[in-house]
């Protein structure tokens, strides 16, 4: 069966521009997570959905994140106006029940 | 943000040897997890952990979540050269659904 999949798999970017990052999650999978990881680190939560509706958006660094998944599938999250130390990898895991959450292979996005 | 502490940072082993770390937390969790990551991958889930003392296996895999549920252990016997990656510790706090990962323990296997 397909697992959690993201695109694209590697993103440049010129400072100040906006990127947009995909998540498709497991079928069926209800939640869904954003996570940032910095090199070397583990991931760090950034926001959580269950269906369309945002439950948590603690871990979002800035008003120039921003998250959705309008339909309760696939989300998007975006980044405006990006600046170097956005440069990170992003994953994104869904979940069944609310503990076991599958990672997908991540977004590695460079802000030049 | 907050990250568990997991220790070692990194190991260097001989294959078949059996390899331990830790994770440990000043906060109490309702679940532990333990994840494997591969250059260029996503974490792989390896082991759920839902009550304290609880004792799970998984192939040679085999991790333990606390009494006190601030800590986790995860012990790997006779590893394989497959083995190598990064290992994390997710730990999930009561009330909440997001994952605090530790800082990783980096494994290397030689033949």
């Known amino acids: 069966g397909a697992g959690v999949s993201q695109s694209p798999r590697y993103k440049v970017a010129k400072r100040g521009q906006d990127v947009a990052l995909r998540c498709d999650p497991i079928s069926g999978h209800v939640s869904l997570f954003w996570y940032q990881q910095a090199l070397g680190q583990g991931p760090e939560f950034l926001t959580y959905f269950q269906n369309e509706a945002q439950l948590d958006k603690s871990g979002l660094p800035s008003d120039r994140f921003f998250a959705e998944r309008p339909e309760g599938s696939v989300s998007t999250l975006k980044i405006q106006r990006t600046q170097q130390e956005d440069s990170a990898v992003y994953l994104c895991?869904?979940?069944?029940?609310?503990?076991?959450?599958?990672f997908g292979p991540g977004t590695r996005l460079t802000v030049t | 943000g907050q990250q568990l502490n997991q220790s070692p940072q990194s190991m260097f082993i001989q294959e078949g040897e059996d390899v331990s770390m830790n994770c440990t937390s000043s906060?109490?969790?309702?679940?532990w997890l333990w994840y494997k990551q591969d250059p260029g991958e996503g974490p792989v889930l390896l082991i759920a952990?839902?009550?304290?003392?609880e004792l799970t296996s998984n192939g040679r895999l085999t991790a333990q979540f606390g009494i006190t549920r601030k800590d986790s252990f995860l012990n790997i016997s006779a590893s394989i050269p497959s083995d190598v990656g990064i290992y994390f510790c997710?730990?999930?706090?009561?009330?909440?659904?997001?994952?605090?990962f530790g800082t990783g323990t980096r494994l290397q296997v030689f033949p």
């Open positions: 997710a730990g999930q706090l009561p009330g909440t659904d997001k994952l605090i």
């Open positions: 906060s109490i969790f309702n679940t």
């Open positions: 895991a869904s979940s069944l029940d609310r503990d076991q959450q599958y």
């Open positions: 952990l839902y009550k304290a003392g």
